[in-house]
Nanobody
Framework: QVQLVESGGGLVQAGGSVRLSCVAS????????MGWFRQAPGRERESVAA????????TNADSVKDRFTISRDNAKNTVYLQMTSLKPEDTAVYFC????????????????WGQGTQVTVSS
């Protein structure tokens, strides 16, 4: 069982930066692949970025390429999402997720989810 707690969201002006953190419980964090997702009001959940247990990372959403970076610190059981050049359309609840996955990349689904953290970008 893995519990995930996100933090770092809030209100930021367009063009600004925010770093989200997701702390995982348990001792097997380094064996999990991690992902960041977001969901805006009235829209479906969108995969933003993912990082494998090996450290290989992927930015999945074309709209955030070159602006968002996912990273992980296994010593701290934490995965990060560094968001720069934020736009109002980045406003959403951001979720992190975990899966123990050794198949093709990226994982088809995730087993554990956090409660989410709100990011609001003002214009």
């Amino acid at each position: 069982q893995v519990q995930l707690v996100e933090s770092g969201g809030g209100l930021v002006q367009a063009g600004g930066s925010v770093r989200l953190s997701c702390v995982a419980s348990g001792r097997a964090f380094s064996t999990y692949s991690m992902g960041w997702f977001r969901q805006a009001p009235g829209r479906e959940r969108e995969s933003v970025a993912a990082i494998a247990w090996t450290g290989v990372s992927t930015t999945n959403a074309d709209s955030v390429k070159d602006r968002f970076t996912i990273s992980r610190d296994n010593a701290k059981n934490t995965v990060y999402l560094q968001m720069t050049s934020l736009k109002p359309e980045d406003t959403a609840v951001y979720f992190c997720a975990a899966v123990s996955w050794r198949g093709g990349w990226p994982p088809p689904n995730y087993d554990y989810w956090g409660q989410g953290t709100q990011v609001t970008v003002s214009s």
